[in-house]
């Protein structure tokens, strides 16, 4: 089943452009690691895909409807996006920040099951800013977990996590994929990890050079 389609995306910026021609489905269930340089256009992507950027030529699809005529889709998307930096006392507990999730609803049990599910329980009335890098991603996954998306699209910190919360983090990403079938978007540098948990590989600089199962990519360029 597509849950994504994307047709001959170009987004041209002033002085650049950032997306050249770019077309690709994701199907439901898949983990798509995208891979690029800086510049190579993956925030940009990310921006198209969720309504942040409009000004593209093309079409992006959910669920079989193009975005620009309806939003509806946007419940089912959890973002994590770059680390944002706190300051070591800004006056927001871990359990504020997942909380924000769920906007107006209230669900206690839900917030303890996610606490639980992403390893960051005993931190739950700890400010967010006193966390570790590794502590403060996971506190973002719950909150982009809180409202149970069908897809999860990240954009990954790379710097700054130490190793554990990274084996750590993929353990989770893994699970989240193959027990809960949520489908998986990820931008990142480290072809290794891509290699290690993605099925799906997009290579993206400017115009896509890749597109498809991460076995492929991976023989073919090793
Ligand atoms: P990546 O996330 O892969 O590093 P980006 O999508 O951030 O790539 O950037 C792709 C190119 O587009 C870069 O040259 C960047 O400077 C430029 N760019 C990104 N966003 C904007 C913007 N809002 N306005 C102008 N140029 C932008
Ligand atoms: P990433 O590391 O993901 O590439 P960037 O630092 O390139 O992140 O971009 C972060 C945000 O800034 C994105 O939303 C991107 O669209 C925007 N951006 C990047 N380059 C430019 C630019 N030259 N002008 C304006 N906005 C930009």
């Known amino acids: 089943l597509k849950i994504v389609e994307i047709e001959n995306l170009t987004v041209q910026y ?16 898949d983990f798509l690691g995208i891979i690029g340089p800086n510049g190579a256009g ?12 409009t000004k593209y030529k093309g079409t992006i699809k959910f669920f ?13 998307i959890g973002y994590v996006p770059q ?12 359990t504020d920040v997942i909380r924000m999730g769920l906007r107006n609803e209230s669900n206690e049990n839900k917030i303890d099951e996610i606490l639980q599910q992403l390893w960051i329980h005993e931190l739950r009335n700890r400010r967010i800013g006193e966390l570790s890098g590794g502590q403060q991603q996971r506190v973002f996954i719950a909150k982009a977990l809180i409202t149970n998306p069908k897809i999860l699209i990240l954009d990954e910190p790379v710097t700054g996590i130490d190793q554990q919360s990274i084996d750590l983090f993929y353990s989770i990403l893994r699970e989240l994929n193959s027990k809960q079938k949520i489908t998986i978007i990820w931008s990142s540098h480290d ?21 498809g199962e991460s076995e492929k990519f991976f023989s073919n360029d090793e």
């Open 191 to 211: 072809l290794d990890a891509v290699n290690q948990l993605a099925n799906h590989v997009a290579c993206l600089n400017r115009t896509l050079f890749f597109h």
């Open 64 to 76: 079989g409807e193009d975005i620009r005529k309806s939003k509806n889709y946007l419940k089912e």
């Open 42 to 53: 993956k925030s940009t992507l990310f921006d198209s895909m969720l309504g942040l950027n």
């Open 14 to 29: 002033p002085d650049v452009k950032a997306l050249d021609d770019v077309s690709f489905e994701i199907n439901q269930g």
């Open 83 to 94: 680390k944002p930096i706190f300051e070591k006392n800004f006056p927001v507990t871990v």
